[in-house]
Nanobody, 121 residues
Framework: QVQLVESGGGLVQAGGSLRLSCAAS????????MGWYRQAPGKQRELVAR???????NYADSMKGRFTISRDSAKNTVYLQMSSLKPEDTAVYYC???????????????WGQGTQVTVSS
């Protein structure tokens, strides 16, 4: 059906940068919003940033100015450029996308498996 595959996670020192990618593939008719969420150990999953097919981008307050979300609609891919990383940014980062699989289907939200980002102090 539909798959979302993240890449780009890893270990980085505080103050460093990483760029995450998430590519959607499979039976895709249309993708509306795409986004990034994260979940740290012992905490709930939280929004990082969300980018619609058109309109304003939404960032969590703690990420504004440090993280930048973008998308390449031709490649069904969403990116997250993370800069000035802090140890508290350590988490599993998940992408999601609101996808129509056909002209008659309902919109459904799909999730990737997640990619680990670890920021050392």
């Amino acid at each position: 059906q539909v798959q979302l595959v993240e890449s780009g996670g890893g270990l980085v020192q505080a103050g460093g940068s990483l760029r995450l990618s998430c590519a959607a593939s499979g039976r895709i008719f249309k993708i509306n919003a795409m986004g990034w969420y994260r979940q740290a150990p012992g905490k709930q999953r939280e929004l990082v940033a969300r980018i619609p097919s058109a309109g304003n981008i939404n960032y969590a307050d703690s990420m504004k100015g440090r993280f930048t979300i973008s998308r390449d609609s031709a490649k069904n891919t969403v990116y997250l450029q993370m800069s000035s990383l802090k140890p508290e940014d350590t988490a599993v980062y998940y992408c999601n996308a609101d996808i129509y699989t056909s002209i008659v289907s309902s919109e459904r939200t799909y999730w990737g498996q997640g990619t680990q980002v670890t920021v050392s102090s």
